[in-house]
């Protein structure tokens, strides 16, 4: 922490250097939040454009979460050793580099390394965008720069897809990644004036916590490529799943015992011990898996159940980033006037009600349900991301905040991953369940399924066929088989929409048990 913001601390007053340095680390942590997400709906332009195959091109993501969940913990150690200034000049500089090569990629491979560079060199900006809020403000400032910090990350899961479905349609999918490149440059600017010089601490390198380094790096790139990889391998029907959840397990423990067993370890984990930070983690983590689980389901739904087109998909998505824009800074208000604890209540309650609102989805269910729910969960979203962060941090001392960081990041992330791959195995499944049953209620021996057969066999006829020729004359064969074709196509429609509503149903119950977890934490005034 530099001079003037020990003295801002003391104060409650903040410099133009601290208050640039929040801004620059609140835009750096937009930009790799956004990159994310910003190809999800472009992925079908760019495996096209690359000739790449759908497995190849599932990589392009997968490689840039390895890569960020592998660094964000490392955050808070690199900075003790580089100091803050390297690391974030270089991470950002990193960044707009490979976002450049990745614009620029010929083939398939290239772009797969190239997301991944650009994952480890953006995975900096998140954390340490955290860590300059809560060192560079004092405890008076934190709301407000955890109201910006919440824009951050909430505008940038909605903004991506929106943007790269956009840009993708209307010029090229390349451009998706030339759009990182004027913030980045900014960011560049804004540290290099107002983040103090510090002198590097080359000799923690040396005695640096490597084991724990390396079994941590193993057990979550191994977990998270065994998320990413899980359905499309079918699981634990696949030996590259297995052995991947092996190399996690073993991976993880190693991690956690290391690092309770160091001196000096790289990150904190006792941390987790600390009643308030320890339950909002838990808390965060499920808060992750839930966002962006519903982050992931929303446009699938969109693009199964009712056939939207990228752009489409992004348009539908603006008012979910835009309430949160609003939110996010009317939040620090609603907290002075209660508290931080009920706020986080209040969060997870809005939120559950949001998740709850699509759990009778129909094919009249599209953006005209949605989108309102879209808005109640934005409102929710942005309670809990700023009051979350302003409890999490209260009573930590300053030393321990490059942990906190670093741990309550990765946890987010960590939930996410989870999140996204229940969620697309519990629709798979729910759909194939609800389908059995639905199929074992069409039955040809029921008076109803003759009678739609009989209908939908005149009309594909244009009316050309009696009643009789439709149930048993070899006239109306063929359109007998498109009549039983599109009661199939019908019965999985069916059958996916009511899928989609029981994964909102468990979203919105780990909501509300979420809001029971925020009466247990203890109580803090902002």
Known sequence: MTGQAE??????????????????????????????????????DVRGSLGASFEEGSWITTAYLVAEIIIIPMTGWLVSVFSMRRVLMVGTGGFILFSIVCSMAPDINTMIIARALQGAFGGILIPLSFQIIVSELPPSKHPFGMALFAVANNVAQAAGPSLGGWLTEAYSWRWIFYLQVPPGLLLLAAIGWATPRAPASLDRLRSGDWRGIIAMALGLSALQIMLEEGERKDWFASTFIIETAIIAALGLTAFVLVELWQKTPFINLRLLGRYNFGLASLMQFTFGAVVFGVVFLVPNYFAEAHGYNAEQIGLTMIPYGLVQFVMSFATPKLMQWTSVRAIIILGFVVMAAGCLMNIHLDSNAAANVIVPSLVVRGIGQSFIVVALGVMAVGGLEKSELGSASGLFSTVRNVGGAIGIAVA???????????????????????????????????????????????????????????????????????????????????????????????????????
């Open 424 to 526: 697309s195995q519990f629709v798979v499944e729910r759909e194939k369940l609800h389908a059995s049953r639905i199929g074992e209620a069409a039955s040809p021996f029921s008076i109803a399924f003759r009678e739609r057969t009989i209908e939908l066999v005149r009309v594909l006829s244009g009316q050309q066929v009696d009643r009789h020729t439709a149930s048993y004359g070899k006239l109306a064969e063929p359109y007998r088989q498109q009549a039983l074709a599109v009661m199939d196509k019908s019965v999985h429609h069916d059958a996916l929409l009511l899928a989609y509503s029981d994964a909102f149903l468990i979203a919105g119950i780990s909501m509300l048990i979420c809001a029971f977890g925020g009466l247990l934490l203890r109580k803090r005034q902002p």
């Open 7 to 44: 003295i801002g601390q003391a104060t409650g007053q903040v410099s133009l250097r601290s208050w640039i340095a929040v801004l620059g680390g609140v835009v750096g942590c937009f930009m790799a939040g956004m990159n994310v997400h910003v190809t999800n709906a472009s992925l079908p």
